[in-house]
């Protein structure tokens, strides 16, 4: 354990950052996707919409304005032709049931939140997935910078196989195996360009650009220490975008269930109304009237309508709870699964990079000295060459796992990892 850990520290702190000053960061990156995806924007917009409705949480229904012709004899069609004639003008509003204004206000602003909390959701994710996409390009640019690198070698190896075999000292089958080696690694390489093809297309897709928008990646995958400690990696957890969105969605539940407990309260209706009347001959004086009232509505279905709504929303919000917890689990072993992903990668790659590279290189020189001088056969000039390509790919491919389960952790951190000044 102690020589894992002095090695990872020589790997970590030693080997210099492989990042030009011309190479893209991919956290620059993660963030202009945020700024430019389409998607994100349609979800601002939602939440802009809910903020809309927000603000008309507190008002009250609209007052009524009535006028009424009432009591005029259908032979005779005018006030004053009856003594119960006249023109009835009215006044009423319907007053809010106590804490039913504060409830939908609450229940308003929730809904605006779970919006937001949508929103970082998807903006980590996003982020996420920029992220993942730029290492898997950066490895296999690298593994294309390693292919070429070995064919070239296959080349040099050629020509020495060559030269043996015009003097008789080698065999045609042996350059013959060669250059079928030269030729299919060749063939590999077309692999390698359309993949990153792919892989630059569904970045650039992330950021609403061009799909041939040229990215620049680093030659090779530095070893990053992991943001903060893994205490506080495990506490920051707590935070992640996903979880505060289901919480979210528990408190909408929560105030929509508050909120219909208050609407299951009647709703009075008060009124006021004056009637102006005209004197009838030899009969009543025709004196204005003033009327007053109010009412109630009787609750016998709205009751249960609402504790149907109460308990609807309850059951909702016990549903997201439970969501919280296992999203929370799940993440948590997530997390304890990149921890360990990035430690035996890191530990993989500076074992290659210390000592199993430069053994592989020395045994090719060394084989290939000796095959000049008839001290090595031609196949173990083969199996040194297939071994030192073999080493260079697992050190690169363990670097980008490296790389990989770092970016995974960053995502799951989410925002919390921006205090480190590396992430954001």
Do not use: C
């Not at 005779?76 to 006044?91: D, V």
């Not at 360990?340 to 990668?345: E, F, L, N, P």
């Not at 001088?373 to 080493?391: G, H, K, P």
């Amino acid at each position: 354990m102690l020589r894992f850990s002095l090695l990872l520290l020589f790997v970590l702190v030693g080997v210099p950052h492989a990042r030009a000053a011309d190479v893209d960061d991919p956290e620059v990156l993660a963030n202009l996707a945020v700024e430019r995806q389409p998607g994100l924007d349609a979800l601002a917009a939602q939440t802009d919409a809910m903020r809309a409705v927000a603000t008309t949480a507190r008002l009250w229904m609209d007052p009524m304005l009535g006028a009424e012709l009432s009591n005029l004899p259908i032979t005779t069609p005018i006030l004053g032709a009856h003594a119960m004639s006249g023109l009835q003008f009215k006044l009423q509003q319907t007053f809010p049931a106590p804490g039913e204004i504060r409830s939908r206000t609450a229940t308003a602003e929730a809904r605006v939140l779970a919006s937001e909390r949508d929103w970082d959701a998807a903006a980590n994710a996003l982020r996420g997935e920029v992220r993942a996409r730029y290492q898997d390009l950066a490895v296999l640019r690298q593994l294309e910078a390693v292919t070429r690198a070995h064919l070239a070698d296959l080349d040099r190896l050629i020509g020495a196989v060559d030269a043996r075999y015009r003097v008789g000292s080698a065999d045609q089958h042996d350059l013959l195996q060669l250059a079928l080696r030269r030729d299919r690694l060749g063939e590999f390489l077309a692999d390698f360009s359309a993949k990153q093809e792919m892989v630059l297309a569904s970045i650039n897709g992330a950021l609403a650009r061009d799909p041939a928008t040229p990215i620049t990646t680093p030659e090779l995958s530095a070893l990053v220490p992991l943001p903060q400690d893994a205490a506080a990696r495990q506490e920051a957890l707590g935070s992640h975008p996903d979880l505060e969105r289901l919480r979210s969605m528990a408190a909408v539940a929560r105030a929509e269930a508050e909120q219909a407990r208050f609407e299951a309260n009647p709703e009075p209706t008060v009124w006021l109304g004056y009637r102006v009347r005209t004197e009838v001959p030899n009969g009543d004086p025709g004196t204005n009237f003033v009327t007053a009232g109010v009412s109630v509505p009787l609750p016998f279905a709205s009751t249960k309508k609402y504790r149907a709504l109460a308990q609807a929303a309850e059951a909702r919000a016990r549903a997201a709870d439970e969501s919280v917890a296992s999203r929370q689990a799940r993440l948590l072993s997530m997390l304890a699964a990149a921890e360990a992903q990035y430690a035996r990668a890191a530990q993989r790659a500076g074992t290659y990079r210390t000592l199993l590279e430069p053994a592989a290189r020395a045994a090719l020189d060394s084989t290939s000295s000796a095959y000049q001088v008839d001290r090595a056969a031609f196949a173990d000039l083969v199996r040194a060459e297939v071994d030192l390509l073999d080493v260079q790919r697992a050190r690169l491919l363990a670097e980008s796992e490296a790389a990989s389960a770092r970016a995974d952790i960053l995502t799951l951190l989410g925002p919390s990892a921006a205090p480190d000044g590396d992430d954001r």
